[in-house]
């Protein structure tokens, strides 16, 4: 009797052993999963909807109440998404003083980010203005779009934040910034942070030879929360998958994959 009980005992242990040594293959071999299946791309996705949409600073005490519209204009052929960008104040939407492309696409395999930003000048922004609230049939075909691209202005270089933070990317253009000549200015320096809850925090600054800034708030960024009652929601998720389900993907992982 004490024989088999014993024997009963260490088959049971053995079995035990085996099952948790499955159990831990499957979690290793799930890990990889979920690792495998966030990539580069699903991460300039990522960004490029979610600075999509109209977007409104609102605090008069200390910047200008500002409206900022980014909408999908087109697609380049390696995939990199190409989104109209345009800034006015609050009260005149329809008179933009600001107008760029931004370039979305993932960072070069050796860069030490996820994702690129690249702003560039318009050729025509007459052309352009409210591109975005514009039926598809009046705004300019995808050759003209492409066409119309014209000198680059910066790139801001963004990573995943890291996990426990309020955002989901930030990153900044590279040290000594691109050049820039407005209001006396020598060069200028971008921040970008792409937060959780629809937010987008944007840092420009322009800084003359000396290094003294000569233009952009000193306080801090410009904080740019999600317009309530947009009627742009519909038209980006049109454009983009939904923001939760690459989440779910990016929760699994940090490991960036081509």
């Not at 352009?128 to 009046?138: A, E, I, S, V």
């Not at 840092?203 to 000569?214: A, F, K, P, S, T």
């Not at 929360?225 to 939904?242: G, M, Q, R, T, V």
Request: hydrophobic share 30%; with cysteine; net charge neutral.
């Amino acid at each position: 009797m004490g024989t088999g009980s014993d024997t009963g005992r260490g088959g049971g242990r053995a079995r035990g052993l085996v099952l948790k040594a499955l159990v831990l293959f499957g979690g290793v071999l799930l890990l990889r999963r979920l690792r495998r299946s966030t990539t580069r791309w699903d991460h300039a996705r990522a960004v490029a909807r979610e600075i999509s949409g109209e977007k409104a600073c609102r605090d008069p005490d200390n910047y200008f109440n500002l409206r900022m519209l980014t909408c999908p204009a087109t697609e380049m052929v390696d995939g990199s998404r190409v989104l109209y960008f345009e800034q006015a104040f609050w009260r005149t939407p329809q008179k933009p003083f600001r107008q760029r492309f931004y370039i979305v696409k993932p960072c070069p395999k050796e860069a030490k980010c996820d994702v690129e930003v690249s702003s560039y000048a318009i050729r025509d922004t007459e052309e352009y203005k409210n591109f975005c609230d514009r039926p598809k049939d009046q705004r300019p075909h995808d050759e003209e779009i492409i066409e119309d691209i014209a000198e680059h202005l910066t790139t801001i270089n963004l990573s995943r934040c890291e996990r426990g933070k309020r955002c989901l990317y930030e990153g900044s253009t590279t040290p000594g910034g691109f050049p820039n000549s407005w209001n006396g200015a020598s060069y200028c320096t971008s921040e970008l942070t792409i937060h959780k809850n629809g937010e987008v925090h944007t840092w420009d600054r322009g800084y003359d030879e000396e290094g003294n800034q000569v233009w952009g708030p000193k306080g801090g960024p410009y904080e740019f929360k999600p317009a309530p009652n947009s009627c742009y929601d519909d038209l980006i998720a049109l454009n983009f998958p939904p923001t939760n389900s690459l989440e779910k993907k990016f929760d699994g992982s940090f490991v960036m994959n081509e």
